[in-house]
């Protein structure tokens, strides 16, 4: 599928003078895949993470914070998942590593100031660790 998708992808641009886009659910071999079709291709294209999956870690993360019920849990899907939709603003000014390590480590500051026990905010460090780890994902 990878490769067809690339297949079009050349069909449309056969003189690579535009920029090609990735966007994938973040999946690591998802992203190998990628990588190694554009490798084999000679091809450079920018990889997106889709943010409606980062989104979901967000959300799993706020309910090791907040119950269900409790309104503060949107408010602080909100608040964070905002801060990933700023992640494109800030690339321009070549911070988006740095941007995505604050909103990390304010998840796991949360989750350590909140007295959680290791099994209570596993979602969080989940949430932390993907934030990280899909940083260069985030152009």
């Given at each position: 599928?990878?490769a067809?998708a690339f297949?079009?992808?050349e069909?449309?641009?056969?003189?690579?003078?535009?920029t090609w886009?990735?966007?994938?659910?973040?999946?690591?071999?998802?992203?190998?895949?990628?990588?190694?079709?554009?490798?084999r291709?000679?091809?450079?294209?920018?990889?997106?993470?889709?943010?409606?999956?980062?989104?979901?870690?967000?959300?799993?993360?706020?309910?090791?914070?907040?119950?269900?019920?409790?309104?503060?849990?949107e408010?602080?899907v909100?608040?964070?998942?905002?801060a990933?939709?700023?992640?494109?603003a800030?690339?321009?000014?070549?911070?988006?590593?740095?941007?995505?390590?604050?909103?990390a480590?304010?998840?796991?500051r949360?989750?350590?100031?909140?007295?959680l026990?290791?099994?209570?905010?596993?979602?969080?460090?989940?949430?932390?660790r993907?934030l990280?780890?899909k940083?260069?994902?985030?152009?």
């Amino acid at each position: 599928m990878i490769a067809a998708a690339f297949d079009a992808a050349e069909h449309r641009d056969p003189g690579h003078l535009r920029t090609w886009v990735a966007l994938v659910d973040g999946a690591k071999h998802q992203i190998d895949v990628v990588n190694a079709e554009a490798r084999r291709r000679n091809i450079a294209p920018t990889i997106a993470v889709d943010r409606i999956h980062v989104v979901e870690y967000i959300w799993a993360a706020a309910h090791c914070f907040f119950p269900e019920t409790d309104p503060a849990i949107e408010a602080f899907v909100a608040e964070k998942a905002l801060a990933v939709l700023e992640f494109k603003a800030t690339i321009l000014a070549g911070a988006i590593r740095r941007k995505a390590t604050i909103l990390a480590g304010a998840i796991r500051r949360k989750a350590t100031m909140c007295h959680l026990k290791p099994k209570e905010h596993e979602r969080a460090n989940e949430c932390a660790r993907y934030l990280k780890n899909k940083e260069p994902c985030f152009d």
